[in-house]
């Protein structure tokens, strides 16, 4: 048989085996997908959003069904950092995969203090900062909605943490591209994009919302073109790498957002409707690129309009 | 607990009465696992219509077959689509899921209140008790519909031998009243009960009430849409009571938030904060 294929990519620093990630809040801690798969066929896996202190999260209902869509609006709910760390860290370094914490903070502080106590632990090869979650009133999009508190968010979490720091950016801006510049220029080696789009839903029978936040975050294979959209806008106008996030639950829509330019991308609605949605979408990108006679997946990056 | 997500084939299609239909599956993984009050999701097409899998209680899984059923109630787009797949096709699959029923200790008598398809896991553990050696006539088991055509049965529920009563709101079949209301008269005859619950969550409330009011045991199945049934989205979850503050209605305490698909399906009377 021909050679062999080279999946592994780098994003700034960080390096994957293959370019398919887990998305923050799609994976939990991991735990609970290792009951159905061997996680270390991932490129990685990105934990569920961490606060300093647990948070319940928003009450129920937390989440509703759109057409080929779904709001939620969990609210942050987490174990905390202490917890984390006893109990779900020691998991997840076990695994041959990347390793990468999404962080969440109400101040610029916690953002720090978080990064401080994952900078101790080798494990934790990156950081991905949530500064676009919609659902909670502090914090979270109220730094990542402004070029300046974004980019200072990022400077603070880089003085601390020494390994890839990621920027999850918000679709609910004006300018995406204004933000990622912005968290470029404070030192952000990457960024991922995008978070969900602020949506709700009213149940006509009862006249109530349908999530008890009324907010909530659309996503799933509904949101993917506005992603990609964005996601091609911020590859075209930037030299930082980007992870490629919305809606992707088939090889062929990865493969959509790797040749706009992401350099590798994240799974997130997909796990809930089929666990093994990224390791089909694995073994996807290998037969395509046997197809098409392409052994090193940097060579299909970006590659949109090259014929 | 080890979960299976794969395609297997629909083995089986019966109509057991109209709307109502029960569907084999051939899965030896799935049934090697089941237990009682588990369930499984899923999903008859890749494509997005609906998004979410829907779960299923297990009503009943064959080991040495390699099979296992369900029985639902064609409700929504979900159900519809389910309903109208033929047999040899495949569909999506992931189980089995939740925690399931710990099997009944001692020698209490039983009670089992099954509103509508919550007959199912109620059925499935009625069945393996007796097998395991409960014994059957300490177990009484009540069936419940709205109207005669929405009662079902495939027999085997009648060939346990257990006390069996099935009721209508309408009385069109069996007893008149509600799986609550022959709940409350069996224990006025009999109040040492170990009670088993499954159906609508108005019932479930109900029930939780009586069970509470009467310092009962029981345990609850709860039926909830989930958009991962297997822990990892937190979106089924419901507000719970922490353990010391359990027969206590004051709801304006603290909560935790469980969820129904790891923490449950099965809880604790008395452990759900209700609407």
Redesign the interface.
Known sequence: MGLDIDLSVNIGGLKLKNPIMTASGCFSYGQEASEIFDLSLLGGVITKSLTYLPREGHPPPKVCETEAGMLNAIGLSNVGIVNFLAEKLPFLEKLDTACVVSIAGSTMDEYARLARKLAEHESVHALEVNISCPNVNEGGLEFGAEPGPAGKVIAAVKKEFPRTVIAKLSPNVTDIVEIAESVADSGADAVSLINTLVGTAIDINTRSFKISNVFGGLSGPAVRPVALAMVYKVVSNLDIPVIGIGGISTTSDALEFLLAGASAVQVGTACFIDPKAPLKIIDGLKKYMQNQKIYDINDIIGTVGNR | ?????DYYPVIKKEILSPGILKFTFEAPEIAGLARPGQFVQI?TS?D??????RPFSIYDADKPKGHFSIIFKIFGCGTSRLANTDTSDKV?I?GPLGNGFDPPAGQNKLIMAAGGVGLPPLYFLSRVSVENGYPAEMITFISGARTKKELFEDGNLAGLNMKLITCTDDGSAGSKGTVVDILQSELADDPERTVYACGPGGMLKKIDMIIMAKRLRGYLSLEE?M??G??????????TRPAENRGSTDDNRD???KRVC?DGPVFNSGEVIWD
Request: aromatic letters at 18%.
């Open positions: 607990m080890r979960k299976y997500s999903r890749d997005y219509f609906p998004l979410w899998p999506h992931l849409l958009p991962c297997y822990g990892i989205c937190s979106g089924c979850a419901v507000k909560y935790h938030l790891v």
